[in-house]
């Protein structure tokens, strides 16, 4: 398989091995793609708890209950909750 990067994507992974963290290019890809896998189980785990606790929320909402999120570290605290 052959990839084609950037200039600016080639100079980083050279950085990577040049920094003797990685023995070669493609310990560098290998790691980059184990890392993006990583990220989208991450947010797939994340996007299930959204929706479970929108379901919760309509509920709560009905029964006259609610949270008012006035800024960033207010839904950062929410989602520590869930």
């Known amino acids: 398989m052959n990839v084609s990067l950037t200039p600016a994507l080639e100079k ?24 993006m896998k990583e990220s989208e189980e991450i947010r797939r785990v994340k996007l299930k708890r959204l929706k479970a606790a929108l379901v919760k929320a309509e509920g709560d909402i009905a029964a006259g209950k609610g949270a008012i999120l006035n800024d960033e570290a207010d839904i950062d605290a929410f989602f520590a909750r869930l």
């Open 12 to 35: 980083l992974v050279q950085q990577k091995v040049e920094s003797g963290l990685y023995n070669n290019a493609s310990e560098v890809i290998r790691e980059a793609l184990r890392m």
